[in-house]
């Protein structure tokens, strides 16, 4: 389905050639939920953008469906960290202009018609009026991700998308995010970049833990197989979460405690 | 300011206790009105104060305050009179002025806002022409004027011609920073869902920068009303400015200040004016 084939992802800079990622392999099934983890600086959004079209790599290439990707298109909704919703047009408006931009050969109709089903499903058709500005972080994210389904996209790429909300919405717009899935059969394959160890296991199927960068590469591929619908609070006192939650803190985190050593250090000083 | 109102506010809810917040908002405000309304009269109270003291200083040369206001009153009163070419009420050569202004005010536009979309969306236009922007723009608009004449052979046109010049700087230079700081978020927006180049425009790109090119266009009529007055001094016919000169070659200083306070109070009043619609536009984020 999305197919990363030996890609490496380097910038000009003018301190001379930037390699933010390289040596990346990575292959995912239809329906399948994926987390790319990592450090701030890991170049994984980079790896993101490569699969969104919005960055070419330098060697190797990203095929999805057995096609190379060329750039950006509408067979790939994407949820960007900031909502990136337009400040001057209303709710619905912002879903209109992406589903009339994505979607040319339906009929005005069949798109005002979208458009109120992917509002109704994360439940902001009340709120349709209103403008991002009179909305809360939460509701953004959910308006841009209703954006991100409405096109009816084969992949939906989110970049750190709960990254700035706080911890209870954060937990609602996972719900949120899973229910979409559900309702659209499990069909479409979500690849989720994220630095959130508990968002990445309760959400995903398999996480791409990466190295630092620069010139970053892939470090582990971790498979969660904890069944599916996932109950937020049971899910934490299953073995297997703590296994995986272990496995990740060990890989992505050097040092877990803080030595006595600096302590009585601290304390002297 | 705020401050103000709660003093108000605090102060007359001892005054008149029992009365709805509502009655009370509106009385401070307003008594804020009124204080901000005494201090403007106050300002105005020390500048007519110094005139009469230099006119008193200097024997009247310059007239005083009240010979000046007697004027002033005679223009005001009967504004729209024609006797002849030479003899025009203060209202014709306001409005014909104001004409002016707008016609090169808007070809100006017309000009300045595509051209400003251009360079600042193009990096190829933005280093052809704006070095030709940054070379033209120090240019005093009147340096223009003999070139209006050859063009135009009207004095009337070539009016016309160096406000269209002057409007077009900074309407154009504005333009062209807000779509140059249009944030790659709303043009990632775009490039993700597959905008047309036009849905892009209208969509994207203009909303975002319809308050910058509203800032330009307030920037331009300012400078154009400065010019105005300039540049009718040297075609002379009809205008306020030629009003000026008129008066001057009459002797007739009253007239001269009367109607730089009728020149100040329109510009004020154009300023608003965009201020109001800049406001009307600008969204918040």
Same mark, same amino acid.
């Given at each position: 389905?999305?197919?990363?084939?030996?890609?490496?992802?380097?910038?000009?800079?003018?301190?001379?050639?930037?390699?933010?990622?390289?040596?990346?392999?990575?292959?995912?099934?239809?329906?399948?939920?994926?987390?790319?983890?990592?450090?701030?600086?890991?170049?994984?959004?980079?790896?993101?953008?490569?699969?969104?079209?919005?960055?070419?790599?330098?060697?190797?290439?990203?095929?999805?469906?057995?096609?190379?990707?060329?750039?950006?298109?509408?067979?790939?909704?994407?949820?960007?960290?900031?909502?990136?919703?337009?400040?001057?047009?209303?709710?619905?408006?912002?879903?209109?202009?992406?589903?009339?931009?994505?979607?040319?050969?339906?009929?005005?109709?069949?798109?005002?018609?979208?458009?109120?089903?992917?509002?109704?499903?994360?439940?902001?058709?009340?709120?349709?009026?209103?403008?991002?500005?009179?909305?809360?972080?939460?509701?953004?994210?959910?308006?841009?991700?209703?954006?991100?389904?409405?096109?009816?996209?084969?992949?939906?790429?989110?970049?750190?998308?709960?990254?700035?909300?706080?911890?209870?919405?954060?937990?609602?717009?996972?719900?949120?995010?899973?229910?979409?899935?559900?309702?659209?059969?499990?069909?479409?394959?979500?690849?989720?970049?994220?630095?959130?160890?508990?968002?990445?296991?309760?959400?995903?199927?398999?996480?791409?833990?990466?190295?630092?960068?620069?010139?970053?590469?892939?470090?582990? $591929?971790? %498979?969660?197989? =904890?069944?599916?619908?996932?109950? #937020?609070? +049971? &899910?934490?006192?299953?073995?297997? @979460? /703590?296994? $995986?939650? %272990?496995?990740? =803190?060990?890989?992505?985190?050097? #040092?877990? +405690? &803080?030595?006595?050593?600096?302590? @009585? /250090?601290?304390?002297?000083? | 300011?705020?401050?103000?109102?709660?003093?108000?506010?605090?102060?007359?809810?001892?005054?008149?206790?029992?009365?709805?917040?509502?009655?009370?908002?509106?009385?401070?405000?307003?008594?804020?009105?009124?204080?901000?309304?005494?201090?403007?009269?106050?300002?105005?109270?020390?500048?007519?104060?110094?005139?009469?003291?230099?006119?008193?200083?200097?024997?009247?040369?310059?007239?005083?305050?009240?010979?000046?206001?007697?004027?002033?009153?005679?223009?005001?009163?009967?504004?729209?009179?024609?006797?002849?070419?030479?003899?025009?009420?203060?209202?014709?050569?306001?409005?014909?002025?104001?004409?002016?202004?707008?016609?090169?005010?808007?070809?100006?536009?017309?000009?300045?806002?595509?051209?400003?979309?251009?360079?600042?969306?193009?990096?190829?236009?933005?280093?052809?022409?704006?070095?030709?922007?940054?070379?033209?723009?120090?240019?005093?608009?009147?340096?223009?004027?003999?070139?209006?004449?050859?063009?135009?052979?009207?004095?009337?046109?070539?009016?016309?011609?160096?406000?269209?010049?002057?409007?077009?700087?900074?309407?154009?230079?504005?333009?062209?920073?807000?779509?140059?700081?249009?944030?790659?978020?709303?043009?990632?927006?775009?490039?993700?869902?597959?905008?047309?180049?036009?849905?892009?425009?209208?969509?994207?790109?203009?909303?975002?920068?319809?308050?910058?090119?509203?800032?330009?266009?307030?920037?331009?009529?300012?400078?154009?009303?400065?010019?105005?007055?300039?540049?009718?001094?040297?075609?002379?016919?009809?205008?306020?400015?030629?009003?000026?000169?008129?008066?001057?070659?009459?002797?007739?200083?009253?007239?001269?200040?009367?109607?730089?306070?009728?020149?100040?109070?329109?510009?004020?009043?154009?300023?608003?004016?965009?201020?109001?619609?800049?406001?009307?536009?600008?969204?918040?984020?």
């Amino acid at each position: 389905m999305i197919s990363i084939q030996n890609i490496e992802i380097a910038f000009n800079t003018p301190k001379g050639k930037f390699v933010a990622v390289k040596d990346i392999n990575l292959e995912i099934k239809k329906g399948e939920i994926v987390s790319i983890i990592g450090h701030s600086g890991c170049g994984k959004s980079t790896i993101l953008n490569a699969v969104s079209g919005m960055v070419f790599p330098t060697k190797g290439k990203v095929l999805l469906n057995n096609k190379e990707v060329k750039g950006p298109g509408p067979d790939r909704g994407i949820v960007f960290q900031n909502y990136s919703l337009l400040p001057w047009l209303n709710v619905e408006e912002n879903i209109y202009q992406a589903v009339d931009a994505a979607l040319p050969s339906k009929t005005k109709t069949d798109k005002r018609d979208l458009v109120e089903k992917y509002l109704r499903m994360v439940n902001l058709w009340d709120h349709r009026e209103k403008h991002p500005k009179q909305i809360s972080g939460g509701m953004k994210q959910r308006t841009a991700i209703a954006r991100a389904f409405a096109i009816d996209p084969d992949v939906l790429l989110l970049d750190e998308p709960f990254g700035a909300l706080d911890a209870l919405t954060k937990g609602s717009l996972h719900i949120e995010l899973l229910k979409m899935w559900n309702l659209t059969q499990r069909s479409k394959t979500i690849v989720m970049v994220t630095h959130d160890i508990e968002e990445a296991i309760f959400l995903s199927d398999r996480i791409v833990v990466m190295n630092n960068g620069p010139a970053a590469t892939i470090r582990e $591929i971790e %498979e969660v197989h =904890l069944p599916r619908p996932r109950n #937020k609070k +049971e &899910i934490v006192n299953l073995e297997e @979460y /703590k296994i $995986i939650r %272990e496995r990740l =803190l060990n890989l992505l985190m050097d #040092k877990v +405690e &803080i030595d006595e050593e600096d302590f @009585y /250090k601290e304390k002297a000083a | 300011m705020r401050r103000t109102i709660a003093l108000t506010l605090s102060s007359t809810r001892d005054l008149f206790s029992g009365s709805n917040e509502a009655g009370l908002m509106i009385l401070a405000k307003i008594i804020t009105l009124g204080k901000g309304l005494l201090f403007n009269v106050l300002g105005f109270g020390v500048l007519v104060g110094i005139w009469y003291i230099v006119s008193l200083i200097t024997k009247e040369a310059l007239p005083t305050p009240v010979a000046t206001f007697s004027v002033f009153w005679e223009l005001v009163k009967d504004p729209f009179y024609d006797y002849g070419p030479n003899d025009k009420g203060i209202g014709l050569q306001l409005g014909s002025s104001i004409v002016r202004v707008f016609s090169g005010f808007l070809l100006g536009a017309m000009i300045a806002i595509p051209m400003g979309l251009l360079i600042g969306a193009s990096s190829f236009c933005k280093k052809m022409f704006y070095p030709i922007v940054q070379v033209l723009k120090p240019v005093s608009p009147l340096a223009w004027f003999p070139i209006g004449l050859v063009a135009f052979e009207s004095a009337s046109k070539a009016t016309i011609f160096i406000i269209f010049i002057t409007s077009l700087w900074p309407t154009l230079i504005n333009t062209a920073f807000g779509v140059a700081s249009l944030p790659s978020d709303h043009k990632n927006v775009a490039k993700a869902f597959g905008f047309s180049r036009w849905k892009y425009l209208t969509k994207v790109l203009l909303p975002y920068s319809f308050p910058h090119i509203i800032t330009g266009l307030r920037l331009s009529i300012g400078v154009a009303w400065l010019v105005i007055v300039a540049g009718e001094m040297l075609s002379g016919g009809i205008g306020i400015g030629f009003f000026v000169w008129d008066s001057w070659n009459a002797l007739s200083l009253e007239k001269v200040i009367s109607a730089i306070l009728i020149i100040g109070i329109v510009g004020l009043i154009l300023d608003k004016g965009f201020s109001w619609l800049e406001k009307k536009v600008t969204y918040e984020a």
